[in-house]
Each structure stands twice: as structure tokens, then as C-alpha cells.
């Protein structure tokens, strides 16, 4: 749901089933969303230099799709937040689906022999994203697209913290289930605080939305510390 002081902007009202608590175009005229939009630097600028780095050192291609599908995210984000439009919601929302497909092939890949592919998991991604996609253009139900983006963040998380494939977590059952619970708290948080900023609208003067943004980047450093 969208303040009530919002502006009329260059690319006109919304489209998109959602619309944030930012005032739309309070800072310019031609961005809707000013600081949702510029805050996606952060995911095109590095992975753009990540992908330059891969190609540099001859790096196997799912690494160069990885960061080059972070990359699309960001930028869909940018036109989304930029313009509040149905199209650039799925330029946003859709590559979350694609790009997550690919992290998942990597990180299960990532002990399999150089430049061998693993066809069966190739197929199997291919085919619930073409899925999420058929189903999500016919029911925009924002839900749905949650619940199947956070089914792939669910098999990373098994892959990373569960499976004792991985070297590093041989013997540390304890300390990594420790770990895989309070980063699903983190997640459940962020998901409450995401639908929350949907439903309810605030003041131009009220700070909730900040410290709800603030509270969610200091969660997420204390679980990037532990996993250093």
C-alpha cells in the first residue's frame, strides 16, 4: 500500500500488484521510488565486476551465469522501484526465480569435476522455472512468487548448512543447525516486515519502515559473521 502523499511521476500511476511505503517520486520526477531504485547499485555494480573477474581467470560458465543473473536482478529491481510498472515488476521478480536456479546448480555442482554438467539438474531447474513462469503470469498473486523463490532459497540452505557432503561442516551438526535456525528467524522476519510494508501505510514522518530496514541489515551481518 502506498502513502497517501503520493506525487503524479513521468511514467504515471501504478501498475504493479505491489506498491511500497516509499513516497512515490518525493525526490524526482522521473523515479518513483528514489531510494528503493538507487539502492540496487549494490547488486549490479559489484556482480557486474564479479562476472569481469570469472571471464579474467577462465572461470567454468555457471559462475559467470551466477553473478551475470544477480546482475538482472538488480537492474529489473532499478526499473521496477523506478517506474512502479506491472512489465518491470516481472523484469524484477521473474530473473529472482532464474538467477536463485542457477545458484542452486552451483552449489550443488560445486564439488563435481571441472566443466562436466550435470543434464538431469540442468532439466529440472529449466522446467520449475518455465513452470513458476506459466503460472505466475497467469495469477499475479505476489505470494506465489514468494513461496517458489524461497523453495530454492530452502535447497540452498539444505546444500549449504545440512549436507555432509560439504567438508567444512563434517562434525559441526550442532553449531551449523544452530546457525540454520536463527538465519530461518532471519528470513521469517524479513518475509513478516516485506508483508508488512504491503499492508499498512505510514506517516511521512513515522520511522517504522527505517528501523524495520535497519533491524534486517544488522540480522544479516551477524549471520554473515558467523559464516565467516
Not at 539438474?121 to 512468487?145: A, C, D, G, N, R
Not at 567438508?167 to 544452530?178: D, I
Not at 511521512?204 to 533491524?215: A, F, T
Request: glycine share 4%; net charge negative.
Amino acid at each position: 500500500m502506498a502513502p497517501a502523499l503520493d506525487r503524479p511521476g513521468y511514467w504515471g500511476p501504478p501498475t504493479s500488484t505491489l506498491d511500497w511505503c516509499e513516497e512515490n517520486y518525493a525526490v524526482s520526477y522521473y523515479i518513483a521510488e528514489f531510494w528503493n531504485t538507487v539502492s540496487n547499485l549494490i547488486m549490479i555494480l559489484p556482480p557486474i565486476c564479479g562476472a569481469i573477474q570469472t571471464v579474467n581467470d577462465k572461470l567454468e560458465t555457471r559462475y559467470l551465469m551466477a553473478f551475470l543473473g544477480l546482475a538482472a536482478v538488480g537492474m529489473g529491481s532499478w526499473f521496477f522501484h523506478m517506474t512502479l510498472q506491472y512489465e518491470m515488476q516481472l523484469l524484477d521478480e521473474l530473473p529472482m526465480i532464474y538467477s536463485c536456479s542457477v545458484f542452486v546448480y552451483c552449489l550443488y555442482e560445486c564439488f563435481k569435476f571441472r566443466n562436466s554438467y550435470n543434464y538431469l539438474l540442468l532439466v529440472l531447474l529449466m522446467l520449475f522455472s518455465v513452470i513458476v513462469t506459466t503460472v505466475y503470469l497467469q495469477w499475479k498473486e505476489p505470494v506465489f512468487h514468494q513461496v517458489m523463490y524461497g523453495v530454492l532459497v530452502g535447497f540452498l540452505v539444505l546444500r549449504s548448512d545440512l549436507d555432509p557432503a560439504v567438508p567444512s561442516l563434517v562434525g559441526a551438526r550442532s553449531p551449523e543447525l544452530y546457525f540454520v535456525a536463527r538465519s530461518a528467524c532471519i528470513v521469517m522476519f524479513d518475509i513478516k516486515s516485506h508483508n508488512a510494508s504491503n499492508v499498512f501505510t505510514w506517516s511521512e514522518n513515522d520511522n517504522s519502515q527505517s528501523i524495520l530496514s535497519y533491524l534486517k541489515i544488522v540480522c544479516g551481518s551477524f549471520s554473515f559473521s558467523d559464516n565467516k
